[in-house]
């Protein structure tokens, strides 16, 4: 669970007894508001998930290491750049991501107006808390408790519902023994790529924030493996050095 | 919503607003501590179901109406003396008294210790939120929203199963406006990226043939949409005007 910049303890708290109730070990708390966020009396029952909790200055560090980041938050004023999943059916890609070996964030934005755009470029998928049009936005520690217990309950359902057919089919598009890359390893080949296109004057000035933010978001979009993110990696290295000697 | 005697005021309108954005409208306290109770702040968005709450003394005439009454709560210290539902697997009773016209109520306790033995004794079931064991005391404005959420969620859930899996990877045919590029399309791609490796000298000759078919093998695992692959050739026809002149 990454928290970006939450502002009140209280919340940071109750994220941290909702892990615990669900069984979920890992906090990250970026950028968080409070210097003193540690001490959150709402942590009932927690105390391992704040002792232990990492805090990173930006999302990038928070979830570099993750093969898997979604993230949250209400879509009703925001067009998604990526995937939306609701996440009534989050559970089965998050734990085909675990089974495969890889690490999922779910990512919480502030409570005043949730994750950024520069938040969700960081993200493979965004997931959606299906509620009221009327009323969309959530407490931060109902969010989170709502998510993780949606992730816990979904191996007692599945228990449940194993008299009915299979129908959680392989993906056909995922290679047996393949490592999705990590978030970090993604980012340094977005730099290495937004390097290259600076150095062959690919985007006018006016449009090469715009066009650092689509590839980042397409590389994430891909699904690249750990070996064929090293691989095109690898050649825009090459690709740079011959440019720059 | 019935909640039984809630100390602190923060909870009632964590609770209200939970069922504000999962649709629920009928908020019911029984014997609240602090007279004060409907200004909760915490109430973000749902004005109504605070206004519009009933007040009553006994649990008993709270639940008069109700056709199934559904005590909520941990288990563990206590033993059941009703059916026990887990929490993932609730709905369809909730529903199918609807359905029959009858009302539903669903029982949450005090903060500290839950319902009591006699609260218990007007519910016909109990349901359990499969908590880890090592930590099942919940928020009550976070088990208040748990549960609301695993009702909202089910018709979305029962739809989803009669459709195919999710998976990570993008079904293209759903995406808005993301056509699959063509083989031939992938094709060009794949010629310019070679030229590019060529003129970097990427490859040792011994392995250029291998390379170049990785990279064609790369570009057709990765499922590029028709716009992708675009902007990915114009990058490299970049590239490789810029090493040419």
């Known amino acids: 669970v990454v928290l970006v910049s939450p502002r009140n303890p209280l919340n940071i708290g ?16 970026v950028a968080p508001f409070a210097p003193n966020w540690r001490e959150a009396r709402s942590a009932i029952g927690a105390p391992d998930q704040l ?8 999302l990038g560090e928070a979830v570099a290491a993750c093969t898997l ?38 990512v919480f934005g502030p ?6 755009r520069e938040d969700l470029s960081f993200c493979h998928i965004l997931v959606e808390i299906p509620t009221d049009p ?4 959530m407490n931060l520690g109902q969010a989170v408790a709502v998510c993780l217990y949606e992730l816990a309950a979904h191996a007692f359902r599945a228990e449940e519902a194993s008299c009915a057919p ?34 062959v004057d690919y985007s006018p000035a006016t449009m090469r924030d715009k066009n650092s933010h689509d590839m980042r978001l397409l590389l994430r979009r891909l699904g690249l493996g750990r070996l064929d993110t090293r691989r095109i990696l690898g050649l825009f290295r090459r690709i740079l050095w011959r440019l720059e000697h």
């Open 14 to 29: 109750a994220a941290a007894r909702a892990m615990a109730n669900f069984g979920f070990e890992r906090l990250a708390v």
């Open 51 to 58: 002792l232990n909790a990492a805090e990173h200055p930006t």
């Open 69 to 106: 980041v979604v993230g949250t938050g209400s879509l009703t004023y925001r067009k998604p750049e990526q995937r939306v999943v609701q996440l009534p059916v989050l559970a089965p890609l998050v734990r085909q991501q675990i089974e495969q070996g890889g690490r999922v964030a779910l």
């Open 111 to 116: 409570e005043k107006h949730g994750l950024t």
């Open 134 to 137: 009327r009323q969309p936005s």
């Open 166 to 199: 299979a129908s959680l089919a392989e993906d056909p598009c995922t290679e047996v023994g393949r490592h999705v890359a990590a978030s970090g390893d993604l980012e340094l080949l977005a730099t290495v790529i937004d390097k290259a296109m600076v150095a």
